[in-house]
């Protein structure tokens, strides 16, 4: 069981205010995400497999909570067939390593891959990759894995300098 979060998820704020969070919540939410992880990985072991800004929700201090751990107890193989809503956040090598079903892949730096895009999405509101389309066709699915993997990230849009940099 776990509490409810009222103010909602980093993607609901987001949502409502259509240009990205301020550099200072920005900065405030990575670094709850960056401690929650820190623990995940270090302390017990775990990683979460599917950090995106709607398994993150804001506590009544404003505080940011990962919640979500449905995919973090699955096996590697199994995981790929699960994570089809969360594509936008998938690491490169999910994609280049998909073909080979029984390499471990998934973890720590496959969670640190998608924090960082979704601290791109809290600063701009929206994903490095959205250009593919939102429709889950298998053109737009082809064209995402390609705009993913060749990292081509256009952080000119990021005003501030400390959050460009940052990323
Ligand atoms: N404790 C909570 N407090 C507030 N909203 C929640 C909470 N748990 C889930 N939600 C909302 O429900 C959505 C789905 O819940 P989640 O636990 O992510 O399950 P799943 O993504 O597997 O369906 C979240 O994205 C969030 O909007
Ligand atoms: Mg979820």
Known sequence: MT???KKGTIEDIVELRKNGLIPMECRAY????????FYCHKTVEVFHRDIKPANIVID????????DFGLSS??????????????????????THAMDKDQVLLGEKVDIWALGITLFYMTLGKTPFESAGKKGTIQAKMKLRDLIVDGNIDFDEIVDYELRELL
Request: proline letters at 2%; aromatic letters at 18%.
């Open 3 to 5: 509490d409810y979060y």
């Open 30 to 37: 990575f670094k709850d995400m960056l401690k929650a992880l």
């Open 60 to 67: 009544h201090d404003n505080s940011a909570v990962l919640i």
């Open 74 to 95: 699955i096996r590697d193989s199994d995981f790929l067939k699960h994570a089809e809503g969360s594509l936008q956040y998938y690491a490169p090598e999910m994609f």
